[in-house]
């Protein structure tokens, strides 16, 4: 649902920015030596904050008003849109820049309409903050507007930390033993949250032996250190996912990959999983290059005759690129060459 316009929610957030709306500071002369450093930093970050504040409601007003021009030219307009790209035009906005406007403030309208925030609550927020909190599940962004409505001063930080807490206390893939740490502090969320992450894109074969590992060793070191060897191991399951030569094979990769990473040469698994996709592609563009240009030299061939005979030379010297065996001197000399014979299923 969408606030409309003149709603009493709407009239709060008018009050809320008539109570910011003057932007006159009273700041200090930074010349001024009588002013400790701790009081000139604090009273230009709070004209900082208020700034902050002002441009999040501003910015959800003009997403609203957007979304008004949006909405009146689908009733009315002739269907293209091409009244609201003008208006668009003559402001100098571009469509991206309006419709991530119009996102915040459907997201600002949703907060308020369902009760989780209120409109006075906005002037806690940051800009970043809020779209971060618009972005989160809605278990994240519970937490975000209790601490908003409590007084806290909400930026992205706080919606990251929060975040991350939530992850690490609510899923599935996390030990106990880890959640113990981390509700008495001794592991921060900042460090299973990544974890987590990686984990959701493994197998569950491999979330399982993850889970053991850190549920033995649950301190920040080792976590890390999984984290770290969970991401390379998704990083490498993608890429040996490009392998075609894999599909019509019976390993199972996940597992090779795994005994890989047991016995210390994931790397070099890695490598060759990357030189093998590398070498298909190369292979397949160079059968796509090989009869494009046998296509071409028969084509000049037939265009050609007795009078040409310089091109007729052109064309028998490239021939040789394009029969059946291609042969490629590797060196200047050409005592040394590369022959490949081309075989296809046609």
């Keep these: 649902m969408t606030v409309s316009v003149g709603s009493s929610t709407d009239l709060e957030i008018v009050a809320a920015l008539e109570a910011n709306a003057d932007l006159i500071f009273d700041l200090p002369d930074p010349e001024d030596e009588a002013v400790g450093d701790f009081d000139f930093r604090q009273r230009y970050d709070d004209a900082w904050v208020v700034c902050d504040s002002f441009d999040l409601q501003t910015e959800i007003w003009r997403g609203r008003i957007l979304r008004a021009i949006r909405d009146r030219e689908k ?19 571009s469509k991206s820049q309006a419709y991530a406007w119009i996102e915040l403030a459907n997201s600002a309208d949703t907060l308020l309409e369902n009760g989780e925030l209120s409109a006075s609550t906005l002037k806690n927020f940051s800009k970043r903050a809020f779209v971060e909190t618009a972005k ?11 601490a908003a409505e409590r007084g806290d001063r909400i930026t992205r930080r706080e919606v990251r930390q929060l975040s991350d807490e ?23 969320p900042r460090f299973i949250a990544p974890l987590v992450k990686e984990m959701e ?13 850190i549920a033995a060793n649950p301190d920040v070191d080792n976590i890390k250190l999984v984290t770290s060897n969970a991401r390379s191991l998704s ?36 490598d060759v999983l990357k030189q093998a996709a590398q070498l298909e592609q190369t292979m397949t563009k160079f059968y796509l290059t090989w009869k494009r240009l046998g ?10 005759g007795a009078s040409t005979p310089n091109l ?11 029969s059946e065996i291609v042969e490629v001197p590797l060196d200047d000399s050409g005592e040394n060459a590369i022959r490949l014979r081309v075989m296809t299923g046609e």
């Design 295 to 304: 296509s071409l030299v028969d084509r000049l061939y037939v265009d050609t």
């Design 312 to 322: 007729r030379s052109l064309i028998a010297c490239v021939e040789r690129l394009s």
């Design 235 to 270: 990083k490498y399951l993608d890429a040996g996912a490009q392998v075609q030569v894999l599909n019509d094979s019976k390993v199972d990769l996940a597992t090779a990959l795994e005994e890989a990473m047991r016995v210390g040469c994931l790397p070099v698994a890695a």
């Design 136 to 146: 989160s599940s809605p278990e994240v962004q519970q937490l975000v507007t209790d």
């Design 201 to 213: 894109k493994l197998p569950e074969a491999h979330q399982l032996a993850i889970r053991d590992e």
């Design 75 to 93: 009733k009315g307009g002739d269907g293209r849109g091409e009244g609201f790209l003008n208006w668009l035009k003559d402001r100098e906005l």
């Design 166 to 188: 939530w992850m690490a206390m609510s899923s599935d893939l996390i030990p106990d033993e880890v959640k113990e740490q981390a509700a008495a502090g001794a592991t921060p």
